[in-house]
């Protein structure tokens, strides 16, 4: 019989850490799609987006950035797709590459939606200083630069 440890504070923090995660998550979800009908999981898409060059990126940079498979990213795409937020572009000069970027309908969203994703963060975080807040960040930006 196999006794599980006690956890370590290590442990701790990265079930901690998961279940903020879960919390954020929902938050969002509901804000977004009450507010604009998509997901944080749109949002996020659509953001990484809108901030790379030109408002596109290869598919599986995407699925990279994300953290999906080239078929979870195809499967978050085909919604937004078909509403008109995202569009696809082939590669001219490769057959086998094909970019995602924002339409002018989605970059307009991701602004109105962007206004919410704000507003949420500042109250669920309205109970740390400013300081604090930066200090996660960096702290959580470091450990997902090594992740």
Do not use: W
Not at 51 to 77: F, M, N, Y
Not at 95 to 116: D, F, H, I, K
């Amino acid at each position: 019989m196999i006794v599980p440890q006690e956890p370590s504070s290590a442990s701790e923090l990265c079930l901690t850490i998961a279940r903020v995660h879960a919390l954020l998550q929902r938050r969002f979800d509901s804000a977004l799609g009450s507010h604009h009908g998509i997901s944080f999981s749109d949002f996020q898409l659509m953001n990484h987006l809108h901030h790379a060059p030109g408002a596109r990126l290869r598919r599986v940079d995407l699925a990279e950035k994300l953290g999906l498979t080239a078929s979870g990213v195809t499967r978050s795409l085909l919604p937004l797709e078909k509403i008109g937020l995202v569009t696809r572009e082939a590669d001219p000069r490769d057959a086998r590459v094909a970019y995602a970027s924002l339409t002018p309908t989605g970059q307009e969203l991701l602004g109105n939606a962007g206004v919410t994703v704000n507003l949420v963060s500042r109250e669920v975080l309205r109970s740390l200083a400013p300081e604090q807040v930066a200090a996660i960040a960096a702290s959580l930006g470091g450990l997902a630069s090594h992740a």
